[in-house]
RNA sequence: GGCGGCGUGGCCGAGUGGUUUAGGCAGGGGCCUGCAAAGCCCCGUACCCCGGUUCGAAUCCGGGCGCCGCCUCCA
């Protein structure tokens, strides 16, 4: 049984589906108006990882998550750029689902765009003036707050406390400081679409709550996001499914910060990092274990010293793929289904911990740390001799790396054939026991970046 | 100001009222090896400070110090 952190009660409880055996789920996505960072890769890692587990256990996920493709930042970069807010949102998209492609985030089942939902989010608004929970100023459509019961679930703080620390705004028709624009009347040459209440463009806040319940219909399982968006984001989105009489999310999952010299990353601070720019440097795999050896929902610091960590610890189990040629149960870029129920041969113990701790919130550090005890059982039991016991960790291990979305594998490039006929020559010299050639040829085959280590059937390189 | 979180061995980073070690990286010693590499074994006797509860606390409670976050666009 799955238990997770839900920020509605504050506490980790089971997750209790809509419908057995299927699981809905809704991850906020990207604004795309710049290149992704590292907290997004981040958040789309995290519940990755989280979708990869249900799909694990047997369960039909249907993920949903959107693309924001019009939203004041498109409209000022476009005007900046001097282009199109399409063309903004084009460039930006697709290096996001590049990002999400290196990352091995395995794409969404449905990923609506906000400007395919307009008409559905008129009509939302609409409903909401008409049952009088929402009202219009000068510049746009608001929602009464103080109409909605329940209003600060997800802040966690009391109401009054909210509204004292909101900001005062300048143009202040607002009913509550805390009442949010559903709809945004359009200025002179800003994208706009036609409404009875004035052309414009929605809120940020009414997307969301529009496409998942259309896409997933009323009272789905899951909602998760980064923990800035519990409030107001993810409270406003729940405002207005409350205010229509809408069943929303049953479950609230919000994960942690990406942190830089201790300090939140964020694009207002300008400590953000590219996560275009890491990928096209680093295997992207070791952003994914740097994220996975923590806890979700804890802050994590991503330093040039943190990933090359994380790549070291890497090169251990892509040792272990190589060591006993096991192959790379994503390779078609898929997912793993349960080992046991499918009827694969894995250690059993080794996958009831793996289970044990990914139940418990989603222990991903206590399930990886068993993934590295099973390389070490591999690697020991070959030593010993124990052919059968060591190749049934080795594959444990790959097969439960890869259930997280990690692929385990040799990761060899292939030697060029100058290199092989070093690698030929070395042989020779070491059968004719002319070990100062050999370690000739092997200081030659490192500068051509191959770490030469001595198999059974002789030198073997691998990248370096 | 309101609300919340954190402080673990050289580094990253889990976890927990005592019994069994998180795990990784780096470092030291050993085995293996022609020498290495990979792998295996051993090692550092960690838990901000001060009180309290308890047979026993790093883990619970109180106080202190330090750091961070949310309340505002933000993953």
Redesign the pocket.
């Known amino acids: 049984m799955l238990r997770l952190h839900d920020t509605a009660t504050a506490s980790v409880r089971p997750v209790e589906l809509r419908e057995p055996g299927q699981v809905s789920m809704y991850v906020?996505g990207?604004?795309v108006y710049d290149y992704p960072?590292?907290?997004?890769g981040?958040?789309t890692l995290v519940f990755d990882v989280l979708r990869r587990y249900l799909l694990f256990l047997g369960l039909d996920v249907t993920y949903v998550s959107n693309i924001t493709d019009i939203d004041?930042?498109i409209i000022k970069r476009a005007a900046e750029e001097g282009r199109s807010e399409e063309e903004v949102t084009e460039e930006y998209e697709a290096a996001w689902w590049e990002a999400m492609d290196a990352l091995g985030v395995l794409r969404p089942t449905a990923t609506p765009h906000a400007t395919d939902y307009v008409d559905d989010m008129v009509s939302l608004v609409g409903d909401l003036m008409a049952r009088g929970v929402a009202y219009e100023t000068s510049d746009g459509v608001y929602l009464d707050v103080d109409k909605v019961p329940g209003y600060g679930l997800l802040?966690?703080?009391?109401l009054?406390?909210?509204r004292?620390?909101?900001?005062v705004e300048g143009n202040d028709e607002k009913r509550s400081?805390?009442d949010?624009v559903l709809w945004k009347r359009a200025k002179p040459g800003e994208p706009q679409w036609a409404a009875p209440f004035g052309a414009g463009r929605p809120g940020?806040h009414t997307e969301c709550v529009v496409m998942s319940l259309d896409l997933l219909g009323d009272g789905f399982d899951i909602h998760g996001?980064?923990?800035?968006?519990?409030?107001?984001?993810h409270e406003n989105e729940r405002a207005q499914a409350v205010a229509e009489g809408r069943p929303f999310a049953r479950h609230w999952v919000h994960?942690?910060?990406?942190?830089v010299d201790?300090?939140?990353?964020?694009?207002?601070?300008g400590n953000?990092t590219s996560l275009t720019d890491l990928l096209a440097q680093r295997d992207g795999r070791a952003y994914r274990l740097?994220v996975l050896?923590?806890?979700y929902r804890?802050?994590?610091?991503v330093t040039a010293?943190?990933i090359?960590?994380?790549e070291?610890?890497l090169?251990?189990l892509d040792?272990?793929a190589r060591?006993f040629s096991l192959a790379d149960p994503l390779a078609d870029g898929g997912y793993v289904v349960d080992g046991v129920g499918a009827g694969a041969d894995l250690d059993p113990s080794a996958v009831e911990r793996f289970r044990l701790a990914l139940d418990d919130?989603l222990?991903t550090?206590?399930a990886?740390?068993g993934i590295?005890?099973l390389?070490?059982r591999a690697?020991?039991a070959?030593?010993a001799g124990d052919e059968a016991g060591a190749e049934l960790a080795a594959r444990t291990a790959a097969v439960l790396a890869a259930a997280l979305g990690l692929a385990v594998r040799p990761a060899d490039v292939a030697p060029d054939d100058e290199s092989l006929a070093l690698a030929a020559e070395r042989d020779a010299a070491?059968a004719a026991r002319d070990?100062?050639r050999?370690?000739e040829l092997?200081a030659v085959l490192s500068e051509r970046g191959w770490?030469?280590?001595?198999g059974q059937a002789g030198t073997v390189l691998r990248r370096r």
Not at 225 to 233: A, C, I, S, V
Not at 298 to 301: F, G, H, K, Q, Y
Request: glycine letters at 8%; one cysteine or more; proline letters at 5%.
């Open positions: 906020c990207p604004t960072h590292l907290g997004h981040r958040f004041d930042n802040a966690g703080q009391p009054d406390s909210l004292a620390g909101a900001r400081p805390l949010f940020w996001g980064g923990q800035d968006l519990k409030f107001p984001h994960n942690g910060w990406v942190v201790g300090e939140k990353m964020s694009k207002s601070l953000f740097l050896r923590s806890h804890s802050p994590i610091e010293a943190t090359a960590d994380a070291e610890a090169v251990r040792n272990l060591r919130d222990d550090a206590a990886t740390a590295f005890d390389a070490r690697n020991s070959m030593d070491r070990w100062a050999a370690d092997r770490a030469v280590e001595d």
